[in-house]
């Protein structure tokens, strides 16, 4: 392995735990900071607060070895050689990223600093950021000389942020200082050298010794804009195969067909294509709204991403009317949901559709029986438990006696349901499928009426036990 580089990570959320663990992974010794001291020692006593793949494995074997947690952000900071910035830029009002939890952390980096430090942004931040991150160094008295500031923008999907770390796309260094990115250089040498992959017990993913991790060196603020510019295309995608999912509905084409014929196109890829209630998440809906206010801030009218915002809220407006016109009324009708989380293989429920369209269901007086195989605990502040908001410990508990089931999140388990005891389960055989996981004919062979997105749907003659309504 390379040279071990001492890191600091500053924050614990999604991308600083996942960045510390993965820097421990490589051989650099990591201190992570969070300024939440319930958290730090849930992790130092071994908890991990986030559900992500392969995270408290890398965890527990660098606990107390490669990485340590820690409350006291002064001390970390000079002990290390890089500090990586990884705390939350939320939307503000105007859609412009708020940086002020940035602008606390480099202030107090800044009373820290007695040598020269490469200071990493590792927080998605508008361009420009290095620059005011560079001046509120120097506001503070810290020299020049003292620090460089990098742009290193994460490419993470939550689900799957261990692999996408350390066996990425690529990498990308926006460094406008040749001693700064000489640092970069010599903290992603085991992935970009491919010494990594090499060891006995490397994380396996697409990457190998001989086909290792590209590195891409920029300015800064082409690294900044990258970020926001890859998340606004991909969402761009998202509400594209949306857009043309409700066309091929109206005119009875199968847009799972359309979207295989287009993703063949090697210019084109079948990745993002798949249409559904629409993109959520702590990335794309912030990303595209910060990408269209640094536009608007320099003068441009970037269109373009209005309307992928407006097509992915009515995407979930579309399919609520679908689950209005398959049962008529809704007041009193009991709904199984399947599904949280903004997509499947995370807790997370930040913008996610599921949570939109159950509100609107509630609203509607529907009765919502749900579950998600990780995103219940933390959806119960969003959506408290009550006589009309009940969570099930699995699918068929969800499903028994309602009067239809919905797929809101795409968990693998959700794609592989026993069908004839989902039909036993459920009052009306009625499954509203928001994530396309089967195939009509398979439903219509079971007998459910199924609808779907961007499909035709297929009806089933109804056969039910009476039920005395909930008003």
């Known amino acids: 392995m390379s040279e071990s580089v001492s890191i600091c990570v500053i924050g614990s959320g999604y991308v600083g735990l996942v960045a510390a663990a993965c820097f421990a992974e490589i051989g650099h010794k990591v201190l992570c900071v969070d300024n939440d001291e319930a958290k730090v020692r849930m992790l130092f006593e071994g908890g991990v607060p986030i559900f992500e793949h392969n995270l408290p494995e890398l965890l527990a074997r660098h606990r107390h070895h490669n990485i340590e947690f820690t409350a006291d952000l002064p ?69 020049p000389a003292s620090f460089d500031v990098v742009s290193n923008p994460e490419f993470l999907r939550e689900g799957t942020a261990v692999t996408d770390f350390l066996h990425p796309d690529r990498i990308v260094v926006g460094a406008n200082s040749t001693r700064a990115a000489e640092v970069l250089r010599r903290i992603y040498a085991p992935l970009t050298g491919g010494a990594y992959y090499a060891q006995s017990g490397a994380l396996a993913g697409a990457c190998s010794a001989q086909r290792p991790a590209p590195l891409l060196v920029t300015s800064a603020q082409s690294a900044e804009i990258m970020k926001h510019a890859s998340n606004a295309f991909l969402a761009l995608k998202i509400s594209f195969i949306n857009a043309v999912a409700n066309l091929a509905e109206a005119v009875d084409a199968d847009i799972e067909d359309i979207a295989a014929g287009m993703g063949l196109d090697s210019r084109i890829g079948p990745r993002f294509l798949r249409a559904g209630l629409g993109y959520g998440g702590s990335c794309f809906p912030k990303d595209v709204a910060a990408f269209h206010w640094v536009a ?64 609107k269901l509630l609203a509607a007086g529907a009765i919502i029986t749900v579950y998600d195989p990780a995103a219940m605990e933390r959806a119960k502040s969003e ?28 968990w693998r388990e959700f794609a592989s349901i ?34 779907s997105v961007g499909r035709p749907a297929s009806y089933q003659a109804q056969q039910g036990k009476p039920r005395t309504m909930v008003l």
């Open 383 to 410: 959506l408290p438990p009550s006589d009309k908001m009940r969570y099930a410990g699995s699918v068929y508990e969800a499903a028994k006696d309602a009067d239809a089931l919905l797929i809101l999140t795409d």
């Open 296 to 359: 608007q801030q320099r003068g441009i009218d970037f269109q373009l991403l209005d309307e992928v915002r407006k097509i992915n809220e009515t995407q979930k407006d579309i399919f609520f009317n679908k689950v209005l016109s398959s049962l008529w009324t809704l007041r009193g009708k009991r709904l199984a949901t399947l599904g949280l989380a903004f997509k499947g293989g995370t807790d997370d429920i930040r913008e996610s559709p599921a949570i939109d369209v159950i509100q």
């Open 418 to 451: 026993d069908l004839v005891r989902l039909n036993r389960e459920l009052r009306f055989p009625i499954v509203i499928d928001g994530r396309n996981l089967y195939k009509p004919e398979q439903m219509r062979e079971h007998g459910f009426t199924y609808v």
């Open 75 to 143: 001390a970390a900071v000079e002990r290390c050689e890089a500090v990586f910035i990884a705390v939350g830029t939320p939307q503000g009002d105007s859609g412009a990223a708020d940086l002020s939890y940035v602008e606390a952390v480099v202030s107090e980096i800044a009373r820290s600093i007695r040598d020269y430090k490469v200071i990493v942004e590792k927080s998605t931040v508008p361009v420009y950021t290095n620059e005011w991150i560079s001046r509120v160094l120097q506001r503070h008295g810290v020299p």
